[in-house]
């Protein structure tokens, strides 16, 4: 069996347009949210959107100019892909969290079954993306082990975006000494991403 060599490639060309024209993006007028369908979508896209970029950047940032050299070095390509993948795990359930705690106080929106539906159907879709089985797995059953948990009532006004925030300072591949010195600008730069997140949200949501 050959045994498969990692390079940039198996950074989705998704990946690519997400992280490189995430600026362009910001100033296209963005239509309202108006059912589940739309809300999934919107949940889907940022989570990848705050996942790759913060991974991203927070690499280029440590690596410097020889973040692209390191392209060709499998284990590092692996750890990347392992990176991403679940930081995006997380960051789908603490924005799934979110949207759907928010529509309950504010929209009396009770259905919070339907924050499972869609999780599920996000990660069965990421199949075709060759998101890691594993990974599908063990997010299905931290998701569910949250959802039972979760006080719907205010999990929107409670640091909702603390787990992705820690997900990416424990996935990202730097030396535990680098992340030691990192961990509060690392932790911020999620949190700020964030906040542009839920200010989207918020104006586009018109259930």
């Known amino acids: 069996m050959t045994k498969k060599k990692f390079s940039w490639r198996d950074l989705s060309l998704n990946d ?17 949210i108006r059912n589940l369908d739309e809300l999934e979508n919107f949940i889907q896209t940022k989570s990848a959107w705050v996942s790759q970029v913060t991974l991203y950047n927070y690499l280029k940032t440590r690596m410097g100019t020889r973040y692209v050299l390191h392209f060709d070095n499998d284990e590092f390509m692996k750890s990347v892909n392992q990176a991403k993948w679940n930081i995006y795990a997380v960051a789908l359930q603490d924005l799934n969290f979110f949207t759907f705690s928010y529509l309950k106080e504010n929209f009396n929106f009770k259905d919070v079954y339907k924050a499972k539906e869609i999780y599920l159907n996000i990660l069965d879709d990421e199949i075709k993306n060759d998101m890691p089985l594993e990974i599908i797995e063990d997010a299905k059953k931290n998701f569910e082990k949250r959802f039972h948990q979760i006080n719907w ?15 990416l300072y424990k996935w990202a591949p730097i030396s535990e000494e680098l992340k030691v010195l990192d961990r509060k600008i690392v932790l911020n730069s999620v949190i700020l991403k964030w906040d542009v997140i839920k200010k989207e949200f918020r104006d586009r949501i018109q259930f």
């Open 153 to 167: 009532d205010n999990y929107h006004n409670d640091l909702p975006f603390n787990l992705s925030a820690l997900s």
């Open 16 to 32: 690519f347009k997400v992280y490189l024209f995430s600026l362009f993006k910001a100033v296209i007028p963005k239509k309202k």
